[in-house]
């Protein structure tokens, strides 16, 4: 019985300990492509080469990839890659596409088929709707990544400019 209450009294008290350490030190396990994941426009829209922002910073992160493939996130994105990572500024490389303004898709009602072509295209799944019923977009969580444009056989689908508002403490 004695032997019971050692064990246990010692598991508590390494147990405080460990705690106390985790307390103090944090758990600071965000790697680099984390870190360069959280600077990226999250559009996943696939412009940069890569399917997915993930991707796109992982290949950064390993140095597989230069910082200026995002068209989305433009000057202000490779600027803050470029300070995170110690690099040189280098503008947008044009081969990716161009940086344009906000935009969310807008689905017209009385045009929409109900296809459902859109909903498979939508990376963030911004589109809802069901097969022969009108879709319409989720307008807070479209990135205006474009990719629901080519798929929909009736053009119903056009792009709004946007301001988004950012958000102060």
Do not use: W
């Given at each position: 019985?004695?032997?019971v209450?050692?064990?246990?009294?010692l598991?508590?008290?390494i147990?405080?300990?460990?705690?106390?350490?985790?307390?103090?030190?944090?758990?600071?396990t965000?790697?680099?492509?984390?870190?360069?994941?959280?600077?990226?426009?999250?559009?996943?829209?696939?412009?940069?080469?890569?399917?997915?922002?993930?991707?796109?910073?992982?290949?950064?992160?390993a140095?597989?990839?230069?910082?200026?493939?995002?068209?989305?996130?433009?000057?202000?994105?490779?600027?803050?890659?470029?300070?995170?990572?110690g690099r040189?500024?280098?503008?947008?490389?044009?081969?990716?596409?161009e940086?344009?303004?906000?935009?969310?898709a807008f689905?017209?009602?009385?045009?929409?088929?109900?296809?459902?072509?859109?909903?498979?295209?939508?990376?963030?799944?911004?589109?809802?709707?069901?097969g022969?019923?009108?879709?319409?977009?989720i307008?807070?969580e479209?990135t205006?990544?474009?990719l629901?444009?080519p798929?929909?056989?009736?053009?119903?689908?056009?792009l709004?400019?946007?301001?988004?508002?950012?958000?102060?403490?």
């Amino acid at each position: 019985m004695i032997a019971v209450l050692v064990i246990t009294g010692l598991a508590l008290a390494i147990g405080a300990m460990l705690s106390v350490i985790h307390h103090h030190t944090g758990n600071n396990t965000e790697t680099l492509s984390d870190s360069i994941n959280r600077l990226l426009p999250q559009t996943q829209c696939a412009q940069c080469g890569y399917p997915g922002c993930r991707p796109y910073a992982d290949a950064i992160a390993a140095d597989e990839a230069p910082i200026n493939q995002c068209p989305p996130g433009g000057t202000h994105t490779i600027e803050q890659l470029a300070g995170l990572l110690g690099r040189e500024v280098i503008p947008l490389n044009s081969t990716f596409g161009e940086t344009k303004p906000d935009a969310v898709a807008f689905i017209d009602e009385m045009t929409c088929i109900g296809c459902t072509l859109c909903i498979h295209a939508c990376p963030v799944d911004a589109i809802l709707g069901a097969g022969k019923f009108m879709h319409t977009v989720i307008a807070s969580e479209c990135t205006g990544c474009e990719l629901c444009l080519p798929p929909c056989p009736v053009d119903c689908i056009t792009l709004l400019p946007v301001t988004r508002s950012v958000a102060t403490s």
